[in-house]
């Protein structure tokens, strides 16, 4: 079985983290994000995926040589010269995707993280007999997305509505599809879209159905969803009573930390916190809804609260860093000074406060 993962362009919603690496390749939850999508691909048997991709490919092929090693699993590029949207990708990478098999295939969009139920969706896909399987997934206010309007008992989809004025339904598209191998012969190679283009064409012959997505949703493609999405993400493994997440008197609620990571006395961690490799947190650090990326240092009595803070980054004795401040790589906060919503760039050194929400160059 095959899987195609949507990888597109610059991730500039999620900058300055995305200035060092491809945005699948930021860490989420202590593993690059595209990772959590390959693994739950590979446990259901998937034997090949196949990254679309435009932006930084050798980055990205240099990286996943070392994953298909370990996982045993075929990764290949399909990369695009244009950008190709959601459904010209697929017309890409049509020769790979279709084997003498006939099997369908997974599609992915690689923001999107959740419990990846592809076991459920292989056998909901099988009983309904049609041409493709979207997941959706409940929201509060369907009023910001596009809405999949479908009958209740069987799932089959009648239409899809944007951002609808009025309530037509409460569950949308959550980015997780999978489709048999003749839905390529519907797409052309240009740059064209599967949610406004090639499924409601499916959906008019009857042949497209939803499955309601079980459990979390979270598409972490900018900073104040990828905070929400790690708290449900270890909502999740705590659920499952996952060995993964922290235990001892200095944990507040859900952590999940590297055993390489170094924590001091009186430190007080979580909830919602998770701690890179190489990590250093000295004494008397309160940490709570943030991401500690790899080799970065917490230095005595800093607060870090809803933040990201980069790779082999510093923060300084007495700082506080707060309200959705994202440091890149390599930044290093002094000694003392706060951070209120700060945005700054990598290899920078931030020797006085930001006191309202700004980007540093």
Same mark, same amino acid.
């Given at each position: 079985?095959?899987?195609? %993962? ?45 990254? /679309? ?7 990205? &092929? ?5 994953? +298909? ?18 459904? *010209? ?41 049609? +041409? $493709? ?7 509060? +206010? ?5 809405? #999949? ?5 069987? =799932? ?5 509505? +944007?951002? !609808?004025?009025?309530? #037509? *339904?409460?569950? %949308? ?7 048999? !191998? ?20 499916? $959906? ?8 309601? @997505? ?7 493609? &900018? ?5 929400? =999405? ?17 235990? *001892?008197?200095?944990?507040? =609620?859900? #952590? ?6 170094? %924590? *001091? ?36 009595? $800093? ?15 007495? /700082? ?6 994202? @440091? ?5 906060? =002094? ?18 406060? %930001? ?7």
């Amino acid at each position: 079985m095959k899987a195609l %993962i949507l990888v597109g362009g610059f991730g500039t919603r999620l900058r300055p983290l995305t200035l060092s690496v491809p945005k699948p390749l930021v860490d989420f939850a202590n593993k690059p994000m595209i990772l959590h999508q390959i693994e739950a691909l590979k446990a259901i048997g998937v034997t090949e995926v196949v990254l /679309a991709i435009n932006y930084q490919p050798k980055i990205m &092929q240099n990286f996943l040589k070392e994953f +298909e090693k370990k996982l045993d699993i075929r990764i290949t590029c399909s990369q695009e010269t244009e950008p190709l949207g959601t459904a *010209g990708p697929l017309a890409l990478a049509r020769d790979i995707l279709r084997d003498d098999s006939g099997e369908p295939f997974f599609v992915l969009n690689s923001d999107v993280i959740c419990d990846y139920p592809l076991k459920q969706m292989i056998e909901f896909h099988k009983s309904h007999g049609g +041409e $493709a399987s979207i997941m959706v997934t409940k929201v509060d +206010e369907p009023s910001k997305y596009g809405v #999949v309007v479908m009958e209740e008992g069987t =799932g089959r989809v009648e239409k899809f509505v +944007e951002k !609808p004025k009025i309530f #037509v *339904g409460n569950k %949308i598209n959550a980015g997780i599809y999978l489709l048999n !191998p003749s839905v390529l012969d519907r797409i052309q190679l240009r740059p064209t879209s599967i949610e406004k283009e090639v499924f409601p064409s499916i $959906a008019a012959e009857k042949k497209l159905h939803a499955m309601v @997505l079980p459990g979390f949703w979270m598409d972490i493609g &900018q900073p104040k969803d990828y905070i929400t =999405g790690l708290r449900l993400y270890l909502d999740s493994l705590r659920k499952k009573s996952s060995p993964d997440l922290a235990v *001892g008197p200095h944990i507040l =609620g859900n #952590v999940l930390m590297d055993e390489s990571a170094v %924590i *001091g006395d009186g430190c007080l961690i979580g909830p919602d916190v998770a701690i890179g490799p190489g990590c250093v947190i000295e004494s008397g650090v309160r940490l709570s809804r943030c991401t500690i990326m790899r080799g970065v240092r917490i230095k005595k009595h $800093a607060c870090v609260s809803s933040s990201i803070v980069g790779w082999h980054s510093t923060v300084g004795r007495w /700082a506080r860093v707060e309200n959705m401040t994202i @440091l890149g790589e390599d930044v290093h906060v =002094g000694d003392e000074v706060y951070s209120n919503g700060g945005v700054v760039l990598p290899h920078k050194e931030i020797k006085s406060s %930001i006191l309202k929400p700004e980007i540093v160059m």
